[in-house]
């Protein structure tokens, strides 16, 4: 088990349903979290510059440590130190297998 510096809680989320509904219509799928998986989280970006029609939002990219286990996630949402830090989409998931940890670029 790798020695990982907790610092927070990754939730997979996890995709059900969806496909054709009985009227031949498409159904949108749901999501539920998963079970929560503690992690240590890094922020590669974050900043409060992004703005369309007027609208503003936050530009933000994270790395996440996790022991290794299987992970096979698209989605997540993160929490650190109690803090959400929101809804983001999997990039990248890379075995470490020095350190037996799991890097999880977001």
């Given amino acids: 088990m790798a020695v990982i510096v907790v610092n927070g809680i990754i939730y997979p989320i ?3 349903g969806g496909g054709i509904d009985e009227n031949g219509n498409p159904a949108q799928p749901s999501e539920t979290f998963g079970e929560p998986i503690p ?4 922020t ?3 900043n ?3 703005k369309v029609d007027g609208n503003r ?3 933000a990219s994270y790395e996440v440590l996790i022991d290794i286990q299987p992970f096979s996630a698209n989605k997540v949402k ?3 130190l109690g803090n959400n830090l929101g809804n983001f989409s ?3 998931t890379d075995p470490l297998d020095v ?3 799991i890097r999880i670029l977001v």
Avoid: D, Q, W, Y
Wanted: charged share 30%; aromatic share 4%; with cysteine.
């Fill in 78 to 80: 993160l929490e650190r």
């Fill in 48 to 50: 409060n510059l992004g």
């Fill in 44 to 46: 590669n970006k974050r």
């Fill in 39 to 42: 992690c240590r989280i890094k």
């Fill in 57 to 59: 939002f936050v530009v």
């Fill in 90 to 92: 999997v990039i990248s």
């Fill in 14 to 16: 996890i995709k059900t």
């Fill in 99 to 101: 350190v037996k940890a």
